[in-house]
Every structure is written in C-alpha cells, then in structure tokens.
C-alpha cells in the first residue's frame, strides 16, 4: 500500500492517514471522519474512503 497516496484532497488525508485511524479502533467512514476529516469538505472521497476502510478492515481481521 502506498500510504502516501492521497485520498482526500480538500485536506491532504493520505491512506497512511487513514489506515491509522482504522488501526486506532476507527471502523466506520463517520469514525474515520472525526479522526482525520477525511471527507468533511466536498465529500467527494467519501467513496474511496469508505472502499479502503473495508479493505482495511479484511486484512486487519486476517
Ligand atoms: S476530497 Fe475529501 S472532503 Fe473533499
């Protein structure tokens, strides 16, 4: 993974960003958002948010 990719332009949230937060215990898009404010502008990544944070999520539980 390229933790480096941003995923959220309006505030330059990384993957790293965001696989942080899901390590921190965050495991919903709403959770994520309060963490890193991933999606609270435009709202436009919330698609590629919510898909990484499942991705996220399977490979934590393996
Ligand atoms: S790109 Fe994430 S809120 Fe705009």
Same mark, same amino acid.
């Given at each position: 993974?390229?933790?480096?990719? !941003? ?12 696989a942080?937060? !899901?390590?921190?215990? @965050? @495991?919903?898009f709403?959770? !994520?958002?309060?963490?890193?404010? @991933? ?14 944070i499942?991705?996220? @999520? !399977?490979?934590?539980?393996?």
């Amino acid at each position: 993974m390229n933790r480096k990719k !941003v995923i959220c332009s309006c505030y330059g949230i990384t993957k790293g960003d965001i696989a942080d937060a !899901v390590e921190q215990g @965050a @495991a919903r898009f709403r959770e !994520v958002k309060k963490q890193t404010k @991933a999606g609270k502008a435009c709202g436009h990544c919330k698609k590629k948010v919510k898909k990484l944070i499942k991705k996220l @999520a !399977v490979s934590q539980s393996h």
